[in-house]
C-alpha cells in the first residue's frame, strides 16, 4: 500500500507556481521523501527527493513540514509540458523498490 | 532519452501466443525492475533483479517470465496471457546505494486478445 495521500487533481495557469500537497502522516525516520512525474505514454520521471531539509534543483523545490508528516512540490513556472501525473512516494533508505499511489493529475491551463 | 530504452513499444497478441519485452539500460545502473500499469490502476512492481538475481517476484503469474540475462539488460517473456494482461509495462533501472533513484523508460503497451 502506498503510504501517501495526495490529491487526485489540480489545475494550474500557465506561469504561475503550481504547489502540489502531499500527505505522508506515518512516515519513518529512515524514510526519503520522492517525487516522480508521469506524462501522457511515457515512463515516470524522477524530480526530486529529500529526507527533512527543503530541497531544489533545476526542475522543482521540495518542501517538507518539520514534523515531516507531509511536504510540497512546487513547479515555479508551470507550463503547458508539466501537465502530467505527479506521484509522491516514500521510501526508506537503499534501494526498496518504489511503491505508487494514484498521484495527482496536475493539469497546466493556457 | 531516458537512458533505458524498451522494445517494443508497441505489441498486440493473441492469448496462445509467446513474446518477449526487451529492456536495455545504458545507465551503467546493477538493479533492474519489472512495473504493470493497468488502466486507471497504480504501477504495480512485478519483479526486481539486484546484481543479475532476482531479488523480489510480486505474485506474479506464471504466465510472466522474467530474465536477466546481464546487469544491461532485461526480458519479460509471455506466454498464454489472457485479455486482463494488457497494460503498459514498464521497465527501471538503479544503482544500488542510499539516494538512487529509478530510471524508467517509456514502456511496452501490450494488447492481447
Known amino acids: 500500500d502506498a503510504k501517501t495521500t495526495q490529491p487526485p487533481s489540480m489545475d494550474c495557469a500557465e506561469g504561475r507556481a503550481a504547489n502540489l500537497p502531499c500527505n505522508h502522516s506515518?512516515?519513518?525516520?529512515?524514510?526519503?521523501v520522492y517525487w516522480y512525474r508521469q506524462i501522457h505514454s511515457q515512463g515516470p520521471q524522477y524530480i526530486i527527493h529529500?529526507?527533512?531539509n527543503n530541497e531544489t534543483n533545476e526542475m522543482a523545490s521540495l518542501i517538507i513540514t518539520e514534523d515531516r508528516k507531509s511536504s510540497t512540490l512546487i513547479l515555479p513556472h508551470a507550463t503547458l509540458r508539466d501537465t502530467a501525473v505527479y506521484y509522491c512516494i516514500v521510501r526508506p533508505l537503499g534501494n526498496t523498490p518504489l511503491v505508487f499511489g494514484k498521484g495527482t493529475r496536475l493539469s497546466v491551463i493556457a | 532519452e531516458t537512458g533505458v530504452t524498451q522494445t517494443p513499444r508497441h505489441l498486440v497478441m493473441g492469448m496462445t501466443n509467446k513474446k518477449s519485452l526487451k529492456c536495455e539500460q545504458h545507465?551503467?545502473?546493477?538493479?533492474m525492475y519489472w512495473y504493470k500499469q493497468s488502466a486507471k490502476k497504480p504501477l504495480e512492481l512485478m519483479f526486481v533483479?539486484?546484481?543479475?538475481?532476482?531479488?523480489e517476484n510480486n505474485s506474479v503469474p506464471s504466465r510472466f517470465s522474467p530474465e536477466c540475462p546481464n546487469s544491461s539488460h532485461l526480458f519479460l517473456h509471455l506466454h498464454t496471457l489472457q485479455p486482463e494482461d494488457s497494460a503498459l509495462y514498464l521497465c527501471?533501472?538503479?544503482?544500488?546505494?542510499?539516494?538512487?533513484?529509478?530510471?524508467f523508460g517509456n514502456g511496452t503497451r501490450l494488447t492481447v486478445t
Open positions: 529529500g529526507l527533512k
Open positions: 545507465l551503467g545502473h546493477n538493479a
Open positions: 533483479y539486484s546484481l543479475e538475481e532476482r531479488v
Open positions: 506515518t512516515i519513518s525516520g529512515n524514510e526519503y
Open positions: 527501471a533501472s538503479s544503482q544500488e546505494g542510499e539516494y538512487s533513484p529509478l530510471h
